[in-house]
């Protein structure tokens, strides 16, 4: 919790610690009420979707493994901005957003491999394999443990937080790897069918269905990326209390 002065006008208003526990005490309900209505409708639509002509009923699994995919590299490059948030701007609760993104980014990643292999092994025949697209994913997968460990591994908030921030942005060199993975190289996944310059190349009985859930998922992950947030603010306030009521013991 360092000098704000440096902060961008817009950032300034959630620069003060108090403050935004209050906006995000009071938008918190609406993220998670809003995510719970997106993904009922969003899985239902997935759920009754007429059965693939190639993969049958196994291409319903795409309605909960594509938007995993799509947040794990979404958390990170939220991260990356908070990273400059920290570097650049000093903004005081950057260090904070990236330490409780990280988690959040790791569980979403680890869902998209394991639904990813479930949906592999009948289309491939296998559980895995070290093509570009799942390689490059298992290695974000190994960056947010890695940061993890490293947030946890520093006392000094200070160092904590800038060794933090450079990880992330030498680790968003992976983003774009992830994303263009199967048009760079001629590998085993499929290449994109939804985010394409021509368009989407997905039947809408599918696409519907697919974006409802991505909203809602991604709603759920700011969602819990807030609650993560609040919950480090007042673990530092305790932390910070906490030494406060020693030095007056000792004194």
């Known amino acids: 919790m360092t000098d704000l002065s440096a902060a961008p006008g817009r950032f300034a208003i959630l620069a003060n610690p108090t403050r935004f526990l209050q906006l995000s005490g009071a938008v918190q309900p609406w993220l998670y009420g809003l995510a719970a209505a997106a993904l009922v409708v969003g899985l239902w639509l997935g759920l009754t979707a007429p059965e693939d002509y190639q993969q049958g009923s196994t291409v319903r699994i795409m309605f909960v493994h594509v938007p995993f995919a799509w947040i794990a590299m979404m958390a990170w490059t939220v991260m990356s901005v908070s990273a400059l948030g920290t570097l650049v701007w000093r903004h005081p609760l950057a260090d904070v957003a990236v330490k409780a993104a990280a988690p959040v980014g790791a569980v979403f990643t680890a869902l998209a491999l394991v639904t990813g292999a479930i949906w592999g092994r009948p289309m491939w025949g296998t559980w ?34 800038k060794a933090a921030a450079i990880l992330v942005l030498v680790g968003f060199v992976n983003i774009p790897i992830i994303k263009f993975s199967v048009d760079w190289w001629n590998t085993l996944h499929q290449p994109a069918s939804v985010m394409r310059l021509d368009g989407p190349a997905m039947p809408a009985a599918y696409l519907w269905p697919l974006m409802i859930s991505a909203i809602g998922f991604t709603l759920l992950f700011f969602a819990l990326h807030l609650t993560a947030m609040r919950t480090e603010i007042l673990r530092r306030r305790v932390r910070a209390l906490t030494k406060l009521s020693l030095r007056a013991t000792d004194a």
């Open 128 to 161: 895995w394999v070290w093509d570009a697209r799942l390689t490059s994913v298992f290695i974000l997968f190994l960056m947010y443990l890695g940061l993890i460990a490293l947030t946890r591994a520093l006392d000094d908030p200070g160092r904590s937080a």
